[in-house]
């Protein structure tokens, strides 16, 4: 009877439960709840004011408002939600926050109030708040007052793109401990806002894309010890100061940046500056878009870790010199495409480049491809179409080449043009002897090889046979005075004797002995 009891008590709550989470699933202005987990979701609901859900909102953690059209937050809109970690207020038309309108929020780490229309970020509204990250992007700010941001110790992410912001005061952040990710892309700064990054000790990555920066002067990343991706890309940048990617270290000493990433493409740079070539971890770097006329011998300095190389769509770039890739001992990729001057690439031009295994060369105007510019047999990847390359033997050599046994270049290859009168041929197609093209010689690299194997064959040889003549020598030298010494020691008695086990009896006497020894000694006289 009373387990009886039990089970029916145990049904009835089972299905009181299933009542409950059926009543709840949808609440307060037709938004959806989800109890178990603490979410609300009330996107997309035309809401203009946020929702009263009486006692549930202290139990509420996610909340979504996204695509509504709130136009205020006021200072006690959220003073119920206390334990709201995440709040979503981006698709909206917020034109103002009044002050303290999050301060009830003391557990909140993630705030989205991106594309709306807030023009100014006013004192008060983020102050003393526990938030990670914050996103402010897609909307009009035009200003940041002083003391705007204060006392965000745990802020690790601000997202500032596409707003209408032409500088950062000094005074508009605190110091900011955490701040790990800054993003502010899209707006009108007419410089590098260099104190507002002395504030940022953890800085990692910074994006100031698509603004209207001009140079970069002498510390301008002051203070950003850890600063290890930079985008740069679509500014008017023309000047860099030797040291503008250098910190004070104290001490009169300096200290460069630790970038690993640097994108500077589509900005005003006709060469690579010095501030550029001295970053010692410098691992990808994006130069495309530029205003190269042509690339220096030895443009890249001391960028020996440099892996990943962009320089394409230069609409100025006619050449490179001599030993232009030089010190890149770690290049593994290169992107050069789409430069319509660039003719040529010299014999020499990758000295030091026997890692590279991606080449992208195509849209260029490359007349010829030299076969000793580069290991082409490590290469995995090969982009070479879109070129005017000229019919020639100096071409014939691609279709014996380790190229056409890897996939990832083959079927360019098989795509790749040449001109010949006015004719358009497939390279892999030439016909060298139609082409009445030479013999092929040995590669200067392939003679030099073999002429070092066959210097060390010859010494080894030469050392064996001078050890053989010695150890003949020595034999010949150590038997003759072993002779002698056995005949002045053993002329009187016998040297040996050798028993018959048969007969019992000497088969060598002394005196026979000694006339064998003198007849040798006569016979090597």
Same mark, same amino acid.
């Given at each position: 009877?009373?387990?009886?009891i039990?089970?029916i008590?145990?049904k009835?709550m089972?299905?009181?439960r %299933?009542l409950?989470?059926?009543?709840?699933?949808?609440?307060?202005?037709?938004?959806?709840?989800d109890?178990?987990s603490?979410?609300?979701?009330?996107?997309?609901?035309k809401?203009?004011?946020?929702?009263?859900?009486?006692?549930?909102?202290?139990?509420?953690?996610?909340?979504?408002?996204?695509?509504?059209v709130?136009?205020?937050?006021?200072?006690?809109?959220?003073?119920?939600f206390?334990?709201?970690?995440?709040?979503?207020?981006?698709f909206?038309?917020?034109?103002e926050?009044?002050? @303290?309108?999050?301060?009830?929020?003391?557990?909140?780490?993630?705030? $989205?109030?991106?594309?709306?229309i807030?023009?100014?970020?006013?004192?008060?509204?983020?102050?003393?708040l526990?938030?990670?990250?914050?996103?402010?992007?897609?909307?009009?700010?035009?200003?940041?007052?002083?003391n705007?941001?204060?006392?965000?110790s745990?802020?690790e992410?601000?997202? !500032?793109?596409?707003?209408?912001?032409?500088s950062?005061?000094?005074?508009?952040?605190s110091i900011?401990?955490?701040?790990?990710?800054?993003?502010?892309e899209?707006?009108?700064?007419?410089? &590098?806002?260099?104190?507002?990054?002395? $504030?940022?000790p953890?800085?990692?990555?910074?994006v100031?894309?698509?603004?209207?920066?001009? *140079?970069?002067?002498?510390?301008?990343?002051?203070?950003?010890?850890?600063?290890?991706? %930079?985008?740069?890309?679509?500014?008017?940048?023309?000047?860099?100061?030797?040291?503008?990617?250098?910190?004070p *270290?104290?001490?009169?000493?300096?200290?460069?940046l630790?970038?690993?990433?640097?994108?500077?493409?589509?900005?005003?740079?006709?060469?690579?500056?010095?501030?550029? $070539?001295s970053?010692?971890?410098?691992?990808y770097?994006?130069?495309?878009?530029?205003?190269?006329?042509?690339?220096?011998?030895?443009?890249?300095g001391?960028?020996?870790?440099?892996?990943?190389?962009?320089?394409?769509?230069?609409?100025?770039?006619?050449s490179?010199?001599?030993?232009?890739?030089?010190g !890149?001992?770690?290049l593994?990729?290169?992107?050069?495409?789409?430069?319509?001057? %660039?003719?040529?690439?010299?014999?020499?031009?990758?000295?030091?480049?026997?890692?590279?295994q991606?080449?992208?060369?195509? @849209?260029?105007a490359?007349?010829t491809?030299?076969?000793?510019m580069?290991?082409w047999?490590? !290469?995995?990847i090969?982009?070479? @179409?879109?070129?005017?390359?000229?019919?020639s033997?100096d071409?014939?050599?691609?279709?014996?080449?380790?190229?056409l046994q890897k996939?990832?270049? $083959?079927?360019?290859?098989e795509?790749a043009?040449?001109?010949?009168?006015?004719?358009?041929k497939?390279?892999?197609? %030439?016909?060298?002897?139609e082409?009445?093209?030479?013999?092929?010689?040995t590669?200067?690299?392939?003679?030099?090889?073999?002429?070092?194997?066959?210097?060390?064959?010859?010494?080894? *040889?030469?050392?064996?046979?001078? &050890?053989?003549?010695?150890?003949?020598?020595?034999?010949r030298? &150590?038997?003759s005075?072993?002779?002698?010494?056995?005949?002045?020691?053993?002329?009187?008695?016998?040297?040996?004797? &050798?028993?018959?086990?048969?007969s019992k009896?000497?088969?060598?006497?002394n005196?026979?002995?000694?006339?064998?020894?003198?007849?040798?000694?006569?016979?090597?006289m």
């Amino acid at each position: 009877m009373i387990n009886l009891i039990a089970l029916i008590s145990i049904k009835f709550m089972l299905l009181q439960r %299933l009542l409950a989470l059926g009543e709840n699933k949808t609440c307060v202005n037709n938004c959806t709840c989800d109890w178990e987990s603490n979410s609300v979701d009330c996107s997309s609901l035309k809401l203009n004011a946020i929702p009263d859900f009486g006692s549930s909102s202290a139990t509420i953690q996610f909340l979504d408002l996204s695509h509504n059209v709130i136009e205020t937050l006021q200072s006690e809109s959220f003073r119920k939600f206390t334990n709201l970690t995440s709040l979503h207020l981006e698709f909206n038309k917020i034109s103002e926050v009044e002050e @303290g309108a999050f301060r009830h929020l003391t557990k909140l780490t993630d705030l $989205r109030i991106n594309k709306n229309i807030l023009t100014v970020i006013k004192p008060g509204i983020f102050v003393n708040l526990k938030i990670e990250n914050l996103y402010l992007g897609d909307n009009k700010i035009e200003h940041i007052e002083s003391n705007a941001f204060t006392n965000l110790s745990n802020l690790e992410l601000i997202d !500032l793109n596409n707003n209408f912001l032409s500088s950062i005061r000094e005074n508009s952040f605190s110091i900011l401990p955490s701040l790990k990710d800054f993003y502010i892309e899209n707006n009108r700064l007419s410089a &590098v806002p260099t104190s507002f990054f002395s $504030r940022t000790p953890r800085l990692d990555f910074l994006v100031m894309n698509n603004n209207s920066i001009s *140079a970069i002067d002498k510390y301008a990343f002051k203070n950003c010890l850890k600063l290890k991706k %930079l985008h740069l890309t679509g500014n008017t940048i023309k000047a860099i100061h030797p040291r503008g990617f250098s910190i004070p *270290a104290g001490n009169l000493t300096v200290q460069t940046l630790n970038l690993v990433y640097l994108h500077m493409a589509n900005n005003t740079l006709e060469d690579v500056p010095a501030a550029i $070539r001295s970053i010692p971890f410098l691992s990808y770097l994006d130069l495309s878009m530029n205003l190269f006329k042509f690339v220096r011998s030895s443009a890249f300095g001391s960028l020996y870790r440099l892996k990943s190389l962009h320089l394409s769509r230069i609409e100025n770039l006619e050449s490179i010199e001599s030993k232009g890739f030089a010190g !890149l001992v770690a290049l593994t990729q290169l992107f050069m495409t789409s430069n319509r001057k %660039l003719r040529d690439i010299p014999i020499d031009a990758f000295p030091d480049s026997y890692k590279l295994q991606t080449i992208f060369i195509e @849209g260029n105007a490359l007349r010829t491809l030299h076969e000793r510019m580069l290991n082409w047999d490590n !290469l995995k990847i090969l982009q070479i @179409g879109q070129n005017n390359f000229s019919c020639s033997c100096d071409l014939i050599w691609i279709k014996t080449s380790k190229l056409l046994q890897k996939s990832g270049t $083959r079927q360019t290859l098989e795509k790749a043009t040449c001109s010949l009168n006015r004719q358009t041929k497939y390279i892999l197609k %030439l016909n060298a002897v139609e082409m009445k093209c030479p013999i092929k010689q040995t590669s200067h690299n392939d003679a030099k090889s073999r002429l070092i194997t066959g210097l060390i064959a010859a010494s080894i *040889a030469s050392c064996a046979l001078i &050890v053989c003549l010695v150890l003949i020598s020595c034999r010949r030298n &150590v038997y003759s005075k072993y002779i002698q010494f056995k005949y002045h020691r053993h002329r009187d008695e016998a040297l040996f004797t &050798v028993e018959d086990p048969k007969s019992k009896t000497k088969m060598f006497s002394n005196k026979s002995l000694i006339r064998n020894e003198r007849s040798r000694e006569e016979t090597l006289m």
